[in-house]
């Protein structure tokens, strides 16, 4: 089979948020392409809803050093407080430079950026929520992805859309390219490269009630785990609180802040007990668990695993007045239907498809959902991928987004802050890989650069067992939604790390029914799923050995946060037949000693 070759000084792989942020700034300075499975726009960047955070201040007062301190608790401590502070003091600059690029935000009467509350981002000085969430309607995302895809264009960056990239290739410790397989044709694809971005997004089809789109499989990650490079803090996956009932579908948390509240079956609007001050902006982590609790003590919808989220304009005016929430001009916080309606138009609208409410009306039934990788590929603040605890760097490997760990959100992630996080860090990817291409020679590039990602799709095409690929994928995502959730035990835990290698087994006797080349989905989706099945063994690895409970990471047999044995980062590495190597690395800590977070 022939294989055809390109040669650009960056690559990206991905063409979400930071893959396109990356992409603008390296295109400055290199010869640019971005490779993605999906059509750019259709990446998951485009399915954020309710905001990206900045402490612009344009409705109340707020500080840089407000959100870096309120990122530090969000996170439970765990996030490298460098990281965090570069990103909460470039974020204002950053939304201003997404406005000039015509970023449609939504305004205030004078025409500022219009801002709303989020979870966790709070006034330090009374420790109420802070209008921190810059917003176009609840669709930031998607006016994100649009906005940078547009700058793209315009400034000629190469795109290679529906290719999917199957394998990084590596010459003497550096990057040097990756391989692709073109989707609508079949043809392999060598992309020789001086830099190669990973921009590959999350991993949540892992579990069975998610938010995350079909492609949110964690290709970039297992790809770097197979070339021996280890991932970091993957214990920490975030649960958000509001997603359908049964479909996992998102309910931004935007719907609380403009007022909502949770509910449960007394009517009893429960978050006042778990956080008396933010009560239902507490951070995600926090709320994921009070519903728990709610709904394993019977407190649930009828009994049933759900909770409602009430956002109906008596039920909002109601709490608001109990609250005593105002407006910035002081006046007593107030909304109608047709304002809720304006705020929230596609919540409205998912609402009435999937459940045949309308939340003016009626309250949604939710439940928490896999949301958000925190961990990922260990990078720099410069993005520089890392191959140890020490901080070694991979030249010419860089990641950013959401399968990166920079690590910004610790333990756990603030709404709003990856949004930023994409911005700021796909800015600074871009500007890194471009410097380090102009300063490097392409490696030659070897003969069997294509080798290891021929043999992975032979591997599954010519497997001619009875396994079913969906079956494989159904048996991990429940058991990883059951033992590796939002609590967690020893046992559980065991029991999933021993179903997901038996599951690795089976893998190895799959059969696939398309044989052909042209969109082969069914070959890819099982290539997918092995990946997912690779992250499940050392997400559940890595929350195995950490004995404590921080952020996301809720353990029954150790509740209790321990700062003494596990304020630190775990790196895992995959050394073949089930072995993952397990070491740690200090957390970065400079002006915020960790405290009990009280919310
Ligand atoms: C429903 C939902 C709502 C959210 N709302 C918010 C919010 O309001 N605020 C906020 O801050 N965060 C929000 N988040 C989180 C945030 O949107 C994501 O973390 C972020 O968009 C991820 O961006 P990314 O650029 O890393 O990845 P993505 O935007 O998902 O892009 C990944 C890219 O990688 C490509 N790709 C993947 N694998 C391959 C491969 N093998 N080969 C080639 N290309 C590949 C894909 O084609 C895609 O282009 C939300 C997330 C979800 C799921």
């Known amino acids: 089979m022939s294989i055809k070759t390109h040669q650009f000084e960056v690559v990206i792989v991905g063409g979400g948020g930071a893959g396109l942020m990356a992409a603008l700034y390296a295109s400055k300075g290199a010869s640019t392409a ?54 909460c003091y470039k974020a204002p600059e950053l939304i201003y430079e997404l406005e000039h690029m015509g970023l449609p935000f939504d305004r205030t009467k ?42 793209c264009i315009k400034n000629n960056v190469n795109f290679f859309d529906e290719f999917q990239v199957l394998d990084l290739i590596m010459v003497n410790g550096k990057a040097a390219g990756v391989v692709a397989i073109e989707l609508a044709t079949g043809d392999i694809h060598v992309f020789h490269a001086k830099a190669v971005i990973i921009t590959t997004g999350g991993w949540g089809r892992m579990w069975e009630i998610t938010s995350n789109a079909y492609a949110y499989t964690g290709d970039g990650a297992a790809m770097v785990l197979r070339k021996g490079l280890p991932l970091q803090d993957m214990e920490f996956f975030q649960f958000h609180p509001t997603g359908i009932y049964k479909l ?17 079956d007394k009517g009893e609007r429960f978050m006042e007990k778990y956080a008396p001050t933010v009560k239902d902006l507490a951070s995600r982590d926090v709320v994921s668990r009070a519903m728990y609790i709610e709904m394993k003590e019977g407190r649930g919808i009828n009994g049933q695993r759900y909770l409602y989220l009430d956002v109906r ?23 109608t239907g047709e304002e809720i309606l304006h705020k929230l138009p596609d919540i409205i609208d998912f609402c009435k498809t999937y459940l045949g409410i309308d939340p003016i009306k009626e309250p949604m039934p ?65 500007i890194h890989a471009a410097e380090y291409a102009r300063g490097a020679e392409f490696a030659p590039l070897p003969d ?16 001619k067992g009875n396994e079913r690929v969906a079956d494989i994928a159904a048996e991990m995502k429940q058991v990883m939604m059951d033992k590796v959730g939002v609590f967690r035990v020893e046992e559980g835990m065991q029991e999933a790390l021993d179903k997901i290698r038996e599951l690795k087994e089976r893998f190895k006797h799959i059969h696939i029914d398309d044989t052909g080349k042209v969109f082969n989905t069914d070959l890819l989706t099982a290539w997918e799923v092995s990946n997912l099945l690779d992250l499940a063994e050392i997400t559940t690895a890595s929350a195995l050995a950490r004995k404590e409970s921080r952020g996301a990471h809720s353990r029954d047999d150790y509740p209790k946060r321990d700062d003494q044995n596990w304020l630190k980062h775990t790196l895992a590495w995959a050394r073949g037949d089930g072995d993952i190597e397990l070491r740690y690395k200090p957390v970065v800590i400079t002006k915020y000693e960790p405290k009990e977070r009280v919310y």
């Open 366 to 430: 939710v439940q928490p959902t896999a949301h958000y990788a925190m961990g990922g590929i260990p990078t720099n603040v410069k993005t520089e991928v890392l191959s140890d605890e020490k901080g070694t760097v991979v030249p010419g490997l860089y990641a950013a987004g959401e399968t990166a760990c920079v690590s910004v959100h610790g333990a756990n992630r603030l709404g709003t802050n990856s949004l930023l996080d994409l911005v700021v860090f796909g800015k600074e990817a871009g």
């Open 248 to 264: 996992g579908i998102l309910i931004t948390e935007g719907v609380r802040g403009e007022g909502g509240v949770l509910i449960n």
């Open 448 to 463: 069997d650069a294509a080798d290891f990602a021929r043999a992975q799709l032979d591997s599954i095409r010519n497997s």
């Open 110 to 151: 004078e025409g500022r950026i219009l801002q709303r509350p989020f979870g966790g981002h709070t006034n330090n000085k009374t420790g109420k929520p802070v209008r921190r969430a810059c917003h176009a309607a609840d669709r930031t995302g998607h006016m994100i992805l649009q906005t940078l895809y547009q700058q």
């Open 34 to 87: 971005v490779i993605s499975k999906l059509y750019p726009s259709r990446s998951h960047t485009g399915a954020a809803q309710g905001g990206i955070s900045a402490a612009i201040g344009n409705l109340e007062e707020d500080h840089p050093e407000w959100h870096t301190y309120d990122t530090v608790k969000g996170s439970d401590y765990l996030g490298d407080q460098d990281a965090i502070e570069f990103m």
């Open 313 to 335: 304009p008596e039920t909002v005016n109601k709490y608001a007045k109990i609250d005593g929430r105002t407006n910035p001009d002081g006046t007593p916080y107030q909304v």
